[in-house]
């Protein structure tokens, strides 16, 4: 969808694409390459193995590809656009969010995102209350989200945005896992080792 070409909600007067930074762009390639490389490694220590073990590795290895080539092209493929009545972000496979233009009372600029993994320029629409209802996200460049902000009536630039800060100056605006960055990664880290243990435990159980 064009700027200048009509939808639903309107005429688009601007629209950003979704992108990748140069870590992002990394660690696709290292999850590729590391499960490719994983096949002739099973191999080389298993020779011995039946054609059907060896299948599964195969099979196990290009669906974690084919999970990741997915979730890349999604990312790729979000784009956020703006009309004289709303802010619509669209994502593949997932519903579009519009959001009216009469509901957003404040946009938050940062040329720094301080969280984990998510780091870069990031503008963040809140309404009345201070609660979130759009991130730029995955719009990268710094010119295109300082454009989006302008869609607030007022807009409050922050060098650097700290979760900390962010939680004094509004507490509504981040979520659970960006608002305790730590805690959502010892979570995290928490649900992969349940997962490995539950492993383990049927492997020796079942196996």
């Given at each position: 969808m064009a700027v200048g070409q009509t939808t639903e909600h309107g005429t688009v007067l601007f629209e950003a694409r979704g992108r990748m930074d140069r870590a992002g762009k990394w660690s696709i390639l290292a999850v590729v390459v590391g499960c490719?490389?994983?096949?002739?490694?099973?191999?080389?220590?298993?020779p011995d193995a039946d054609l059907?073990?060896?299948l599964l590795i195969i099979g196990a290895t290009y669906v974690i590809v084919l999970v990741t080539v997915i979730l890349t092209i999604v990312h790729l493929n979000s784009r956020i656009r703006v009309t004289e009545t709303h802010?619509?972000?669209?994502r593949l496979l997932r519903r579009a969010l519009a959001v009216p233009r009469a509901d957003i009372a404040e946009a938050v600029v940062t040329r720094s995102y301080a969280v984990p993994r998510l780091g870069g320029p990031r503008a963040i629409l809140l309404d009345r209350n201070g609660e979130t209802l759009l991130h730029s996200h995955p719009v990268r460049e710094l010119a295109e989200v300082e454009a989006l902000a302008?869609?607030?009536p007022h807009v409050t630039h922050v060098r650097v945005l700290r979760p900390e800060e962010?939680?004094?100056?509004w507490p509504r605006m981040l979520?659970?896992?960006?608002?305790?960055p730590k805690a959502g990664v010892i979570l995290g880290f928490g649900i992969v080792l349940g997962v490995v243990v539950i492993g383990v435990l049927a492997a020796v159980l079942f196996g």
């Open positions: 490719l490389l994983v096949i002739p490694f099973a191999f080389a220590r298993n059907t073990e060896n802010v619509i972000k669209s302008q869609v607030a962010a939680r004094e100056r979520p659970w896992s960006h608002a305790n």
